[in-house]
């Protein structure tokens, strides 16, 4: 009975979290859809983007599977009458569901394995490639009439652009390499061809038949004039770097958060630490607290026996000027000084949130797993 309940609830149990997995796959495509197209990225960086984005959707499509194979397997046997017969026979829904119980605890442990392990590695992977495909700029690739500018430094338009032969017609180009924001460098020709090496570092642009317009500013005048200069040629060769269109994928460093990648076993001691640091600063607080409240009554105590024939008095007006803005300055020290380890206090509360929030996600899609079973 156990082989044959087990086998009816498997089955369910994997086509749902296919379909699940499907469908919160293709969420996500249609999100990113947009930002995927037109980048001339390769089949294999959108396939590990994928697979790292399905290791990230576990969480969600593992308890649904959970629950609608439950409720499948468990129905089925209701709807057949088999149930019923069991229970007829003196066998109690507990015992008719033990396989499943145990079946429920070892996917349970497995997931507490995946999140523990795999989970954060898999995120850390993901964002950060989401993060490098969502900063590429298009590739290269002219539409008539329209300027495109994904090239460094480079405006071009082409007024038709022959994909196949790769010939441009009515070409004006804005070339503002240079460091200067206005375009100095204006190229226009009649017609050219357009080809790229073949490493897809560099795009060869011949051009035939045109003008070009530089204007160039003379340097060590306070005002700055400006010398036009405009010259003909019959054929020009450009070479334009086109490595800003290259995928690249950023250090994972940079996008790395220590509480995701540590263990549960790590996170209690970063915890502890991170509490025993906590009370340092709140120890030191309550001391700079306290020495200033000190300092206060002191002072009223003193001001109390003096009173009208206090040192104050007696000073001269320019003693008593010095006197006050010391007395503001020491104040104002004070208060920044309190200030600045509360805010310390603060921050070291909230990274000991952020531990632990980390340490009961380890748990949570174990116990989610359970729950819906």
């Known amino acids: 009975m156990s082989v044959l309940l087990l086998r009816s609830y498997i089955g369910p149990f994997i086509v749902t979290l296919m379909v699940a997995m499907f469908i919160f796959e293709m969420q996500f495509i249609w999100v990113y859809l947009d930002e995927l197209l037109g980048k001339g990225l390769s089949g294999w960086v959108i396939v590990k983007l994928l697979v790292f984005a399905s290791a990230r959707l576990v969480n969600m499509a593992l308890p649904l599977a959970i629950l609608m194979s439950s409720i499948m397997t468990m129905g089925a046997l209701a709807e057949n009458n088999e149930m019923t017969a069991m229970k007829s026979a003196g066998v109690s829904l507990l015992h008719i569901m033990r396989p499943l119980i145990f079946f429920s605890i070892g996917l349970s442990m497995l997931a507490f394995v995946f999140a523990n392990n795999i989970w954060p590695v898999a995120n850390l992977k993901f964002r950060t490639m989401l993060f490098s495909v969502l900063k590429q700029k298009p590739a290269l690739n002219l539409t008539d009439g329209v300027f495109y500018s994904g090239i460094e430094g480079v405006s071009i338009r082409a ?162 000027q010095q006197a006050v803005m010391w007395a503001k300055e020491n104040t104002r020290k004070s208060k920044d000084l309190l200030q600045r380890q509360h805010d310390e206090l603060k921050s070291r509360q909230k990274n000991v949130n952020r531990h632990k929030i980390e340490w009961h996600r380890k748990f949570f899609l174990a116990v989610v797993c359970l729950v819906l079973f």
């Open 159 to 320: 007024g038709r652009n022959n994909t196949d032969t790769g010939e441009l017609t009515d070409v004006l180009i804005y070339d503002h390499r240079g460091g200067e924001k206005a375009n100095r460098t204006v190229i226009r020709a009649k017609r050219g061809t357009m080809e790229q090496t073949s490493d897809k570092r560099y795009l060869i642009l011949t051009l035939f038949e045109g003008y070009t317009y530089d204007d160039q500013k003379e340097k060590k005048i306070r005002e700055p004039k400006h010398a036009l200069i405009e010259g003909q040629f019959g054929r020009m060769e450009l070479r334009m770097d086109l490595s800003s269109l290259l995928f690249s994928a950023d250090n994972e460093e940079v996008m790395k958060n220590p509480a995701e990648m540590m263990s549960v076993s790590q996170l209690d001691k970063a915890i502890d630490s991170l509490n025993l640091l906590i009370d340092t600063v709140e120890q030191q607080y309550a001391h700079n607290t306290m020495r200033l409240v000190r300092k206060r009554l002191e002072g009223d105590a003193e001001q109390a026996q003096l009173a009208t024939t206090s040192l104050y008095d007696s000073a001269s007006e320019k003693s008593q």
